[in-house]
């Protein structure tokens, strides 16, 4: 088989490989998917099928149905700040996925380096190298509430790089990136004239203060290009539907591979998305409240156990550390995964700095929480009993 040496350097999803084990056990709690559970509105799939009756199934423009980039604009406009021509400014995508993937094509040249702060999503590294361009990572600390600083940037640039890739609120940790936190990053790009490419799909999942994107920074917003979608805030998964913002030439040429590559997002996902930009808000902000509630109880949890857990402040996942155990990550997954039927993700598929940590979603009912806490507690308490010193009877 000649299969390109280029898909053969890529590795496989770390994420994949738990859920296909998963699927093979039965009586199984996942806290590995990172998928709301709730369904998409009532009123966006009313609105979808109603369009199926009135016959909307054809093509659509490249760039995305006209009244639906109308309401991104205004979207985009009333949570960030930032005033994007609907015309020309912004791109609707197969999902998030295809628009990270479409950004970075769009300006990396063989060779070029990208910096990657992680932890983060498992696809950035793999779309970079299938770009022939160089992933540089660059790690973001626990003890610094996995923020990255100017410093840590700094530390990695050369004169090769290109650009740099954000994910604010954070997947996997839950953090999230202060006004004055992000000035510094903007300081880097524009002093080392650097691309932004800002994933901020989590950003209505924000549950102390606002979110900030980078792009609203004096001299970032031709020099950002913010990638957002409908998957996380209105539960539309499925529907696979994203978009991304920013200067008219970029966003031109990432149509330009759209056109070639995908032609146009679903006509149908594009109507119901319009319907969610409409009416919407109200079940989102529902979502928001119930995430926030699950995620004070499965914080408080972990760290009951003594497993170390930063408090996240938007996305949905915590990010416990389990070096306390002696396990690894990957060890301490499978085992609980095998042993207890629960589903995590080890933080080391994120990135060297999730090395020791978990992935555990919230995005599931409380009651599966619960439950679920209540076997990773039982499996610790295993784990002591296994490495307690033997005592020695006299």
């Not at 996997?172 to 510094?184: N, Q, S, Y």
């Not at 002093?191 to 800002?198: A, I």
């Not at 957002?228 to 913002?245: D, E, H, P, Q, V």
């Not at 070096?323 to 609980?336: H, P």
């Amino acid at each position: 088989m000649k299969i390109s040496q280029k898909v053969k350097d890529l590795p496989p999803s770390g994420i994949r490989k738990y859920f296909d084990i998963a699927s093979t056990i039965d009586d199984v709690i996942s806290l590995g998917v990172g998928e709301p559970d709730f369904v998409t509105p009532w009123r966006v799939r009313e609105a979808a099928m109603y369009a199926f009756e009135k016959g909307y199934t054809t093509y659509t423009s490249n760039w995305g149905v006209l009244e639906l980039r109308q309401l991104i604009s205004k979207y985009e406009m009333e949570g960030i700040g930032v005033d994007y021509n609907p015309k020309n400014e912004i791109l609707v995508t197969t999902g998030v996925s295809e628009a990270i993937d479409l950004a970075i094509r769009a300006i990396t040249d063989p060779g070029d380096e990208v910096l990657v702060v992680e932890p983060c999503y498992v696809s950035y590294k793999p779309c970079i190298m299938m770009a022939d361009g160089v992933p540089v990572s660059v790690s973001s600390k626990p003890e610094n509430d996995f923020r990255v600083t100017k410093e840590d940037l700094e530390a990695k640039i050369t004169s090769k790089t290109k650009s740099i890739i954000l994910s604010y609120p954070n997947n996997p940790t839950g953090a999230i990136m202060t006004r004055k936190d992000l000035e510094e990053v903007a300081d880097v790009a524009i002093e080392h004239d650097l691309m932004v490419l800002s994933d901020e799909v989590y950003d209505k999942l924000t549950y102390e203060g606002t979110h900030s994107s980078i792009a609203s920074l004096n001299g970032m917003r031709d020099n950002t290009i913010v990638l957002n979608g409908f998957s996380k805030a209105f539960a539309m998964t499925g529907w696979r539907l994203g978009y991304a913002c920013g200067n008219h030439e970029v966003i031109e040429a990432m149509m330009k591979i759209h056109q070639y590559t995908m032609l146009c997002a679903p006509i149908t996902a594009q109507m119901g998305a319009i319907e969610a930009l409409k009416s919407g808000q109200s079940e989102m902000k529902e979502m928001v409240s119930e995430y926030n509630r699950r995620r004070r109880v499965i914080v408080r949890g972990f760290n009951s156990m003594g497993l170390s857990c930063f408090e996240p402040k938007g996305a949905f996942y915590a990010f416990p550390s389990v070096k306390s155990t002696g396990l690894s990550s990957e060890e301490f997954a499978e085992r609980l995964l095998y042993e207890y039927h629960v589903v995590v993700v080890p933080g080391s598929v994120f990135g060297e700095s999730g090395v020791g940590h978990l992935r555990c979603s919230y995005a599931t009912s409380m009651d599966g929480i619960k439950e679920a806490l209540g076997r990773i507690e039982a499996f610790i308490d295993e784990i002591k009993k296994q490495h307690a010193p033997t005592l020695k009877h006299r």
